[in-house]
Each structure stands twice: as structure tokens, then as C-alpha cells.
């Protein structure tokens, strides 16, 4: 099955600052996934990270605070821009599993402070 | 309504015994269907998916769809202290690749 390398695991920014957090996987993927995790609550789907075309966002993101990269089919990227308080959140990428096994993984994380 | 809803708990259960979360969903296009377990401060663990109505079993866990009823439900077996983390159920709409999750039941379980 797939394995995703992200980084950064943390990292603590000054309000009006971008963060670009980044996904490895191990195997080509078609379909990349970022999600935001707020204190306390469940998943959100950010966006879908499409290879070779803009990335589709859901209702509530916007590609000027959430511009995605997605250069190849094995890597993308998430910036947060022009960060505040509010942003502060985990934020993690997904991909399938792998053809056959249904299910989708998720990187570790990268927790994000706003200060 | 939301589109996936779960109690949030905490749902208590003893040592040994049969924990049983439940999951009810809006989307009756939805085909996929997936429990994921959180341990605090980590990223989410695929537990099982299903997409056929009646029960899929793997080990101690079992899941349960229903589909008329728009429900999933997730039965952990012999229950065990290392069991006490978030479990979140997540649907797909029909062939997206997509999850929208619910938010999450904690269960605790007691020695």
C-alpha cells in the first residue's frame, strides 16, 4: 500500500505569513487529497490535487489561501497563506491505498500554530 | 443535518466487552463506507471499509451497512485498553474519491 512522507510534523508562524507543507508517496497516485483537522474536531476536505490541472477546492477554500501544487504523480503541496489564529490546525494529505485494497491513507500530519 | 453523524461520546465500555459505534448518513448516492481509528495526536488509521449491505468481519471488528436505513455501524469485539481512541466513520459519494467524515466517537475502554 501506499506510504506518504510529509513534512513539516510542526511548525508555530507569525500571523500574515504562508506555510507550505509538503506529501511524498511512495507510488504514483492519480488522486491526492488535503485535509484540515481544527482542535477538537474531524476531518475537512480542503481540496482535490489534480496532476496537470488546478486543483478542485470545496465550498469554504479558496485557491489564494489554499494554493496547491501538484507537479507530478507522486507529490504535492498545500500552502496556507496570509495565515492568522484561525488557521491553526492539522492539516494532512490522503491518497488510495492502492488499487486493490480500497481505503485511503493519510500522512502524518503537520500541526500548524498561529501566533 | 449533517451529511455524516456520529455521537461524539464518550462511549465507556469495560475490558472484554463488545463496544458498538454508530454512524447515520444523508447521501443515499453514497457507495463507500469506512471506519478509521485516531489515537490522540496522530493522523487517522484505516479499520475497515464496506460496500455491500449485511456485515464485513476482520478480526475482533465487524461493520455493519444498511443502506435503506442509511446507517454503518462499527462492533469491536472483546474490547481491549489499547481499543480508547477516536473512531471516525467516513463516507464516499458515489465515485468521488472524496471522504466526508463524521465527527468522531471516543471510546474509552476501562481495565
Known amino acids: 500500500s501506499a506510504v506518504i512522507s510529509q513534512k513539516p510534523s510542526r511548525d508555530i508562524c507569525q500571523r500574515g505569513t504562508s506555510l507550505t507543507i509538503q506529501c511524498q508517496v511512495d507510488s504514483q497516485v492519480t488522486m491526492m487529497f488535503w485535509y484540515r483537522q481544527q482542535p477538537g474536531q474531524s476531518l475537512t476536505l480542503i481540496a482535490t490535487?489534480?496532476?496537470?490541472?488546478?486543483?478542485?477546492?470545496e465550498s469554504g477554500f479558496v485557491i489564494d489561501k489554499f494554493p496547491i501544487s501538484r507537479p507530478n504523480l507522486t507529490f504535492s503541496t498545500l500552502t496556507v497563506s496570509n495565515m492568522s489564529p484561525e488557521d491553526s490546525s492539522i492539516y494532512l494529505c490522503s491518497v488510495p491505498l492502492g488499487p486493490q485494497l480500497g481505503g485511503y491513507t493519510f500522512g502524518s500530519g503537520t500541526r500548524l500554530t498561529v501566533v | 443535518q449533517k451529511e455524516v453523524e456520529q455521537n461524539s461520546g464518550p462511549l465507556s465500555v469495560p475490558e472484554g466487552a463488545i463496544a458498538s459505534l454508530n454512524c447515520t448518513y444523508s447521501d443515499r448516492g453514497s457507495q463507500s463506507f469506512f471506519w478509521y481509528r485516531q489515537y490522540s495526536g496522530k493522523s487517522p488509521e484505516l479499520i475497515m471499509f464496506i460496500y455491500s449491505n449485511g456485515d464485513k468481519e476482520d478480526g475482533r471488528f465487524t461493520a455493519q451497512l444498511n443502506k435503506a436505513s442509511q446507517y454503518v455501524s462499527l462492533l469491536i469485539r472483546d474490547s481491549q485498553p489499547s481499543d480508547s481512541a477516536t473512531y471516525l466513520c467516513?463516507?464516499?459519494?458515489?465515485?468521488?474519491?472524496?471522504?466526508?467524515f463524521g465527527q468522531g466517537t471516543t471510546l474509552q475502554v476501562k481495565p
Open positions: 490535487a489534480n496532476q496537470g490541472s488546478e486543483a478542485t477546492y
Open positions: 467516513a463516507v464516499r459519494p458515489g465515485n468521488t474519491g472524496k471522504l466526508i
